[in-house]
């Protein structure tokens, strides 16, 4: 029930605007006070008052503040007569913000601040006087008119704090006396304060007496919570500060309130401009790093006044030199410390965030002894399931940069954080399938930062495994060094092309890659992320950049993961797990299965016919993870058998189904395995890769287990309807930058080389003339703006060098292109029985050379050949019309031939000298 009835209100308001000064002045008091006490019962229960403003209006101050509003002609004369006026007395100002201030602490920054001219006269009365200004526990003012003074400048320092939220008012500022002064005055009040005890001076206003006693009973309230644990290196924490973090209207002196208001605004003013360059010198010559960790720990016990202080740290958390300090002065162990309450997680997560942006700093931190860096994952990892949607998106945009230092990296995996990781894609898709419009407005941006981290982490995961397996392969007298666990790891996306370029080269590596246990597999398989993933994709609508990009990152993780064989079985044996829900209008149940799902990805980019262009960066990671799926590396492909051959078919099969699943080390000797249970013949195949490595008495090789995985691949794709989608990207240039469309091209054309490696496949794309098609492709004039041209997503912090690499990339992707598609030709025009000679191969060869070259080369072949002149000697040409009868069935001529001419004494002869 409402305590303040509406006519009590109104009562009040009235006496605002009638009778005589003085009552008019004591309502606007009242009424500022009523806002002050129910704004802090309210900001005491919800936490962070600006999380959801629409919430305000269902609680007692949102009715009070409501009551305020539909009086706008009192508020302009408020603000008009009694603080804009230059006849306006002291009093009057003083009344007037304090009304103001109450307010706009609700409403934030709105007229009358809109006004230059009032945040002006603002600026004159926060500063001047403010660095010789009393703090808590100084001497009370004199006289009436010091005490006025005082709470003039308390209110104006307030109102300037919001004020300095507008980016040209804060630009202004920092040019100005304001930041020096705030400087010395936090100095002042934060570590002068200490020596500040005893009871009052008696002053000449009328309240004096009263004030003494109030005072007094405030610092013995104070004394008494200055506890021997409230302490600093061993120094007694200033007791007013503890105690107004207590109890902040524990202080019944007004005064005492009236400068931790101060304070306050103080504190404010410096976290609008603690980010420019201009606020670092004064803030650091001031000690402003000791006042913030002395506020973290005296201000501790209260949500309010601690997240003030977060807000001031993630500020000045723009600077590095701040940064390092901080990590200096322990700030990093306080920070850990602070209680985690829907008041702080804002704060707290922003400053963690703030504080690995800065490189040297956060190598700082990670490098700090057991058990910080635990520690500091674990509050990571707590404020991603915070409930303000800005601090879990603060938190996953922590966990990105964290998860790039090996020894956050591990006690990430030790806190089970990959399920707390993926928690926000999880609601996504849950979302997305109930149709909950709203809520998603809500998630979709944590979910976008998490889906990035997601990335960095199996990034992270990619690069210390592959260095851990070129360390075994290299010479013992020259190993690779260790990376140092509080280093960061190179994760950026060129990175990981010379990552799966290596793979690709090295077959040493490449064969190793497969055989070694990889840790984080049985980490993603645990969590279903294959699953997941696909049903993420699936779900996601192409309206919006951020599903978009969403998708392109679990694109970019599968394209990791795959190109290890245990993924590439989940994606061939996944369905969609919203398979029973009705699928969207217009599209194909064989969404539903894993390669599907790709499928429709790399045709349609994620987006809708009625939305969007398709995103090339979606159709080229999509066909990536295609290609992992039924395309071997050519690294590895001296290790598949012949395509054709029995090896690839039934003995593939039970070659999986007999691979032992512990992987073996790479300097082992490969074992022979065992004999295949009943169970393990009958079951699916596995293809996680074992010690099989060779083909002795009908036993399975590896080879036969990796073309088993891809085997089954290569018909998941036929079924989807794969090679009707491929063969249209291979046609399709349309809407897509010359390099992405040479990308595209270049994918597609080695993913149905891929498929080619199956018999009833290439049967297919004989009878669908595929060669003609790449004959017309190869021959197509190359763009000149092909090279470089486009931009790329990958790599958010991508900058000029890997920029100029686009030209250099455009070129690689059309040989690519070229090497495949003349590859292509030949298996498309030679014979599909699977027995071809090698003559037969000469001739399919020949074809796709003669295919690939451009019409006007084989219009000069011609040419030259018709204005060439022919002779034979005579025996070779008898010979050859003897060879010519006798290929034609004219034995008995070609024999009377040569007896007449004696070609068989010349044939002889012929054949000596080859």
């Keep these: 029930m409402w ?39 309210y900001r005491a229960l919800v936490g962070d008052p600006h999380f959801n403003p629409n919430l305000r209006s269902h609680y007692t101050i949102g009715k009070v503040l409501n009551a305020i509003k539909d009086q706008e002609e009192l508020y302009d004369t408020i603000v008009d007569s009694w603080i804009s006026s230059r006849g306006a007395t002291l009093e009057q100002q003083v009344a007037g913000l304090r009304l103001l201030l109450a307010c706009l602490d609700c409403w934030l920054f709105q007229y009358p601040l809109t006004e230059e001219a009032l945040v002006e006269k603002l600026g004159h009365w926060a500063v001047a006087g403010l660095d010789k200004a009393p703090v808590l526990g100084d001497e009370p003012p004199t006289t009436s008119q010091e005490l006025l003074e005082e709470a003039k400048q308390t209110y104006s320092l307030g109102l300037l704090g919001i004020a300095l939220a507008n980016e040209e008012y804060a630009d202004e500022a920092v040019q100005t006396p304001l930041v020096s002064a705030c400087c010395a005055y936090l100095q002042q009040a934060v570590l002068g304060s200490n020596s500040s005890s005893g009871g009052s001076v008696g002053g000449n206003i009328s309240s004096s007496n009263q004030t003494a006693t109030t005072r007094s009973t405030g610092n013995s309230k104070a004394a ?10 061993g120094q007694q924490l200033p007791a007013l500060l503890v105690a107004a973090a207590q109890d902040p209207e524990g202080f019944e002196d007004e005064i005492q309130q009236l400068r931790l208001k101060r304070l306050i605004g103080v504190v404010r003013c410096l976290t609008c401009t603690g980010e420019y360059v201009e606020a670092l010198a004064p803030f650091l010559s001031h000690q402003g790093v000791e006042c913030c960790c002395t506020l973290l720990q005296a201000w501790h016990s209260n949500g309010v006044l601690l997240n003030d202080n977060l807000q001031l740290i993630c500020s000045l958390l723009a600077h590095r030199r701040f940064g390092e300090l901080l990590v200096e002065q322990k700030g990093v162990q306080l920070l850990l410390a602070a209680p985690r309450t829907s008041h702080t997680h804002m704060g707290l997560s922003l400053a963690l965030f703030g504080l690995a942006s800065l490189p040297l700093a956060f190598e700082r931190t990670c490098a700090l002894s057991a058990p910080i860096p635990a520690e500091l994952m674990s509050a990571g990892l707590a404020l991603l399931t915070a409930s303000s949607d800005a601090a879990r998106k603060n938190a996953a945009l922590f966990t990105d940069a964290a998860v790039r230092y090996p020894v956050l990296l591990e006690c990430f995996d030790s806190a089970d954080g990959l399920c707390k990781l993926l928690y926000p894609l999880r609601q996504v898709v849950l979302l997305l399938q109930a149709g909950g419009p709203a809520e998603l407005r809500a998630v979709r941006q944590v979910a976008y930062h998490a889906s990035r981290a997601l990335l960095q982490y199996v990034r992270a995961h990619l690069v210390l495994h592959m260095a851990s ?69 699936r779900a996601l609508p192409g309206e919006e950049r951020y599903y978009s990009d969403i998708c392109l990152y679990s694109l970019e993780v599968l394209q990791l993961i795959t190109l290890s064989p245990l993924p590439r079985r989940s994606i061939i044996a996944s369905s969609s797990s919203s398979s029973s829900t009705t699928p969207p209008h217009g599209s194909n149940p064989q969404q539903r299965t894993g390669m599907g799902i790709l499928l429709h990805a790399a045709s349609t980019g994620n987006a809708t016919p009625f939305y969007g262009l398709a995103d090339p960066e979606v159709i080229a990671t999509a066909l990536h993870v295609i290609c992992n799926c039924v395309t071997a590396p050519p690294s590895l492909a001296y290790l598949l058998p012949a395509p054709g051959s029995n090896s690839g078919t039934s003995a593939a099969a039970a070659a999986a189904s007999v691979v032992v699943d512990k992987p073996i080390e790479a300097h082992q000797t490969p074992q022979r ?48 309807n794969g090679i009707r989608v491929l063969l249209m990207l291979l046609q399709s240039r349309q809407h897509l930058a010359p390099a992405a469309a040479d990308r595209v091209r270049a994918l597609a054309c080695t993913a149905i080389l891929g498929l080619a490696r199956d018999s009833s496949i290439r049967h297919i794309l004989t009878k669908l003339q595929v060669g003609k098609l790449l004959a017309e492709l190869v021959g197509e004039p190359v763009a000149p703006s092909a090279a470089g041209a486009g931009s790329s997503r990958r790599d958010m912090n991508a900058g000029a060098d890997e920029a100029a690499q686009g030209a250099a990339t ?24 699977g027995g071809a000679g090698r003559h037969e191969h000469r001739l399919s060869a020949a074809a796709a050379t003669d295919a690939a070259a451009p019409a006007l080369l084989k219009i000069e072949r011609a040419a030259i050949a018709a204005s060439t002149p022919i002779t034979y000697q005579p025996p070779e040409l008898l010979l050859l019309i003897y060879e010519h009868l006798k290929a034609s069935g004219l034995h008995g001529a070609a024999a009377s031939l040569a007896k007449e001419a004696g070609l068989a004494s010349s044939k002889g002869q012929q054949q000596q000298q080859q």
């Design 469 to 537: 397996l070129q360390r075994r392969l290299r010479d013992s007298q020259a190993p690779l060094a260790l990376p140092q666990p509080h280093k960061p790891l190179n994760t950026t996306a060129a990175v990981m092309d010379e990552l799966i370029a290596a793979l690709h080269t090295d077959a040493k590596l490449a064969e190793v890659f497969v055989r070694t246990r990889w840790p984080l597999l049985e980490q993603l398989s645990e969590q279903n992320l294959v699953g997941l993933l696909l049903d993420l994709i």
């Design 3 to 41: 305590i303040y009835c509406l006519q009590a209100i109104r009562q009040l308001l009235r006496q605002i605007g009638e009778g005589i000064l003085e009552d008019r002045l004591f309502a606007a008091h009242q009424f500022a006070h009523l806002i002050e006490r129910e704004e802090a019962k």
């Design 810 to 833: 455009g070129a690689v992707w059309q040989e690519r292109f070229h090497r495949a598609a003349l590859e292509l030709i030949a298996i498309a025009t030679s014979s599909t029985s």
């Design 673 to 720: 395995a065992e004999l295949p249970t009943p169970a393990e013949l009958t079951g699916p195949p596995a293809l996680e890769l074992g010690p099989s490595a060779v083909s002795s008495h009908g036993r399975p090789s590896l080879g036969d287990a990796l073309e088993a995985g891809y085997a089954a691949a290569r018909q998941t794709v036929r079924a989807s």
């Design 224 to 233: 008494s919570a200055a506890t021997p644990g409230q302490q600093q290196d």
